[in-house]
């Protein structure tokens, strides 16, 4: 199967130990130790915009601005290396990343579209109803909006 015809999964990932272990699911269930894999993998990770920061920072303070986006920038940039690191111990080098701003449930419902992903897999962080509510639900939004199967990951309970 050629790379143009192969079906894409697109892993969301941020800096939480729920998204690395989507991540990994997704490897050990979609991308078997083969040479040939049946799926084109891609990474997404979604850097929130620094407008929110702004009122943190004094109006007009540029060093402020620019401290808090390379901030963003490195947490993106070790995310990223981080998954790439977990593809690698599985033997998974044929690895597509994307890095882009803004609102998750926006970048994953358009880099879906972008790439016209047959699968999207994230993590679910276990939030309750009450903070879920306030904070909004990820997973829950691209469920409900992304043009594709949407797999939902959620961690081992502990054992006890």
């Known amino acids: 199967m050629s790379e143009t015809q192969k079906p894409v999964i697109l892993v969301a990932v941020d800096e939480s130990d729920h998204s690395f272990h989507a991540l990994k699911w997704s490897l050990d269930n979609f991308f078997a ?3 040939d894999h049946n799926f ?3 990474i997404v990770h979604a850097v929130v915009s ?3 920061y702004l009122g943190l920072v004094q109006i007009g303070s ?3 601005l620019k401290a808090v986006e390379e901030n963003l920038k490195r947490s993106a940039a070790s995310t990223i290396q981080k998954a790439k690191e977990i593809c690698s111990s ?3 080098d044929d690895v597509s990343t994307e890095v882009s701003q803004g609102d998750p449930r926006n970048v994953l419902c358009e880099a879906v579209d972008k790439h ?4 999207l897999v994230l993590g679910s962080h276990g939030y309750g109803a009450i903070k879920r509510a306030v904070l909004g639900s990820v997973s829950d939004y691209c469920a409900h909006h992304c043009h594709c199967n949407v ?3 959620k961690n081992p309970k502990p054992q006890r």
């Open 33 to 35: 130790p083969a040479e």
């Open 40 to 42: 084109k993998l891609i």
């Open 50 to 52: 620094p407008a929110p």
């Open 62 to 64: 540029s060093e402020s």
């Open 90 to 92: 599985k033997s998974i």
């Open 116 to 119: 016209r992903a047959s699968i």
């Open 151 to 153: 797999i939902i990951i």
